[in-house]
């Protein structure tokens, strides 16, 4: 199985950190290669932030600017790449992994398996579940004020998962606008020297590059970065020789910016002009968040290495560069980049500036792919196809669904608002609010998880809630013009998330209220019109202490249950994965043949169990179960073979997966929410894919028992 071997070629390393809570598993390959990684990692996660330089100074509406202003708008652009960049990013958030696992949710789920805040359906129901659970919890004890405060107020446990989703919301428009603004940026270049091509045929190509970058995706994304690796490392290294030569050349002291005075001084001269200009200064910024959220693709080591010894440098030099060309050309601000490329070399470098706006592409496209696996997993989203593209690699994930989405919504921002000036206003809505969201959620992090000091914690929240505040109430002024496309992209993703969550929750209500329990069940089989049929059934069922009460609809209906029943539930847990002994739980359950048996995977776990080897694990499970003794039963031997013997002789018989296929029945009584959030979520379940086949369950061994639930 992919997942042992991936397990076989790892060793466990515990992180011995303050912040470090559980060992990680982390492959050999990450640990021996790290300098290979880090080389691979800038033709994936850095894209943003290395593109960024072809669309900041066009973004910014700039009106007659000074020597003055110029060097203030480079000591801003300095001061966000190195607090935000290097010390919230690089230093801090990635050192609040999810057991290698990064980004909103991750954040998220790491603040839930400390603390009891999580509200999913299957949270609440865990705490009375007679199953195991040690892998849900790491820190319950001696928990924090903030803590408790947290585990008892369901206001604000619903607010940290408000801002949770709006965070996912905003990382996956994200992904729509930068490969748009990338990729759009870098093909205006063919107009410099051509004037004569006209801005719908630069349109076009972009769409049509990007179409072609989108169908690469399934190759995945250790094959696509050794494409793209290369690509990176030339524009890294091209741009700031050129950003050197532009210093030399037109302005040898441009380094006294690096002052704070000069920050100073341009605030305290532009005033209101200053502060609307910091809508396009955040963009030097863009794809920190995808630094964090591709976390999955590589290891923290060789994201920091590749950061902090090319990418900061690189963009340093770069802005440098630009800077020091526009104070002596102030007016060529819209077009700041490709002017400030010597003539004799406009052309390698329009080449690789085109190529390195595809990888800019592909480091939010991979993110927003992780996002919503993590979002399907937790049950936050409808299910989509996940295709995990590597064998040893779990956060490499592909969804075809989404590409294709993602494909249409970003070839229809260029053909519709193809202006670079309203995309990158969308842009720094979406780059902000992200960020302020990190902010918080890391806050959180330092308080209740790493136990920071309260001055360190302070100092933190103070300095980057401010300065993100300040960049999010410059943006928000964008909003009529391009800045309202994000909002209205993540208000149809939550659209979507809500509903999801609200029906899932609803069914899960319905389920716990009238479930069955195994005095009802013995009931129901000691009806002289039962009969126990020959075979082994997988009788699913979203609930651990109970049975789902499809059982009673199912043996009412057909007068039957298989000699041999297995009643089965797939457990998402909030954790990135779930040790190879923790898999599957099983026990009796106090009836003949009948037992209770539970998959238990994290949002980083691959469900590869596949037909005959799915049921051979379980199997196999049992009888180690009933072996050992399992439940505190004492069997003598021929009880126990006599039980073994049972399953060989049903599993011959025939196997059978049965799964419910529920509805709501919205009555006269319900209320008009219900109606629209119901009717909303039956469209959103009858559209996705079912969970049964995630486990390759054969069709002609599938049955599904159709019923109403009373909404």
Not at 537 to 557: A, R, S, V
Not at 585 to 598: D, I, N, P, S
Request: glycine share 8%.
């Amino acid at each position: 199985m992919e997942e042992e071997e991936a397990i076989n070629s790892a060793e466990v390393i515990v992180d011995s950190t303050p912040n470090s809570n559980a060992s990680r598993i982390i492959p050999k390959e990450k640990k021996r290669d790290t300098f290979i990684l880090a080389y691979k990692t800038l033709g994936v996660v850095f894209g943003g932030l290395v593109t960024s330089p072809l669309y900041v100074y066009p973004s910014m509406p700039l009106n007659s600017p000074s020597e003055e202003d110029y060097l203030g708008i480079y000591s801003i652009m300095f001061w966000t790449l190195t607090l935000i960049g290097v010390v919230k990013y690089c230093y801090l958030a990635l050192k609040a992994d999810d057991h290698g696992e990064g980004g909103t949710f991750a954040l998220y789920s790491l603040l839930c398996r400390n603390i009891n805040i999580g509200i999913l359906s299957s949270k609440r129901e865990e705490q009375n579940s007679s199953f195991p659970h040690s892998v849900l919890h790491e820190g319950n004890e001696n928990k924090s004020r903030l803590g408790i405060f947290f585990e008892r107020s369901i206001v604000a446990r619903r607010l940290i998962l408000f801002i949770a989703m709006l965070g996912t919301c905003m990382l996956i428009g994200d992904g729509i606008l930068t490969p748009a603004i990338s990729v759009l940026s870098a093909m205006e270049g063919v107009r410099a020297p051509i004037p004569s091509i006209s801005k719908s045929l630069v349109e076009a190509l972009s769409a049509a590059v990007l179409v072609v970058l989108f169908l690469l995706q399934k190759f995945g994304t250790s094959r696509v970065s050794f494409l793209f690796s290369p690509i990176m490392g030339m524009w890294t290294l091209c741009t700031p020789l050129v950003g050197i030569y532009s210093i030399i050349r037109h302005y040898p002291t441009i380094f006294k910016a690096l002052s704070p005075y000069y920050l100073y001084r341009f605030f305290s001269s532009s005033q209101k002009e200053g502060w609307v200009l910091l809508g396009g200064t955040i963009l030097c910024i863009t794809g920190s968040e995808a630094m964090f959220a591709d976390l999955g693709h590589f290891n923290q080591r060789s994201i920091q290495i590749a950061f902090l010894f090319a990418i900061y440098p690189s963009l340093i030099l770069t802005y440098a560069g630009q800077t020091a060309y526009l104070i002596k050309h102030p007016n060529d601000h819209n077009d700041g980049f490709y002017k400030f490329i010597p003539q004799t070399i406009y052309w390698p470098i329009f080449v690789i500036a085109t190529l390195a706006a595809i990888v800019a592409s592909q480091s939010l496209i991979s993110a927003t792919f992780s996002v919503i696996k993590q979002s399907v997993v937790l049950d936050y989203f409808p299910r989509v196809k996940v295709v995990h593209t590597s064998s040893n690699k779990e956060g490499e994930v592909y969804s075809p669904e989404v590409n294709y989405i993602l494909m249409i919504l970003c070839v229809a921002v260029i053909l519709i608002f193809g202006d670079g000036k309203d995309i990158g206003n969308a842009f720094g809505v979406v780059v902000s609010l992200v960020m302020l969201i990190t902010t918080i959620l890391l806050t959180l992090v330092m308080i209740i998880i790493w136990r920071s000091p309260p001055f360190l914690v302070a100092l933190y929240f103070i300095v980057f809630f401010t300065m993100e505040g300040i960049y999010v109430s410059a943006v928000l002024t964008k909003i009529p013009e391009g800045g309202w496309i994000p909002f209205a992209i993540s208000f149809i993703l939550a659209f979507i998330m809500f509903g999801w969550f609200y029906g899932r929750q609803r069914k899960m209500e319905y389920e716990l209220t009238h479930k069955i329990d195994l005095e009802r069940l013995e009931m129901l089989l000691s009806n002289p019109g039962v009969q126990r049929v020959p075979g082994l059934c997988f009788f699913y069922t979203k609930i651990q202490d109970g049975l789902t009460p499809i059982l009673g609809h199912y043996i009412k209906n057909m007068k039957s249950l298989h000699k041999v029943t297995i009643f089965t539930t797939l457990r998402y847990l909030l954790v990135p994965k779930v040790a190879p002994n923790e898999r599957i739980v099983v026990r009796k359950l106090g009836l003949k043949r009948v037992y209770g048996c539970v998959i238990q995977y994290g949002y980083a776990d691959s469900l590869n169990l596949e037909g005959d080897d799915f049921v051979g694990q379980v199997i196999d499970s049992l009888r180690m179960h009933i072996e050992k003794g399992g439940d505190c039963l004492r069997s003598d031997p021929e009880e126990i073979q006599e039980e073994i013997s049972a399953f060989e002789e049903a599993k011959v018989a025939g196997i059978v997966h049965v799964r419910g296929k529920t509805r709501f029945y919205i009555g006269k009584n319900c209320s008009w929410f219900d109606r629209i959030m119901l009717a909303f979520y039956e469209v959103l379940h009858s559209n996705c894919r079912p969970a049964l086949p995630a486990f390759g369950v054969p069709p002609p061994q599938r049955i599904e028992v159709g019923m109403f639930y009373e909404a």
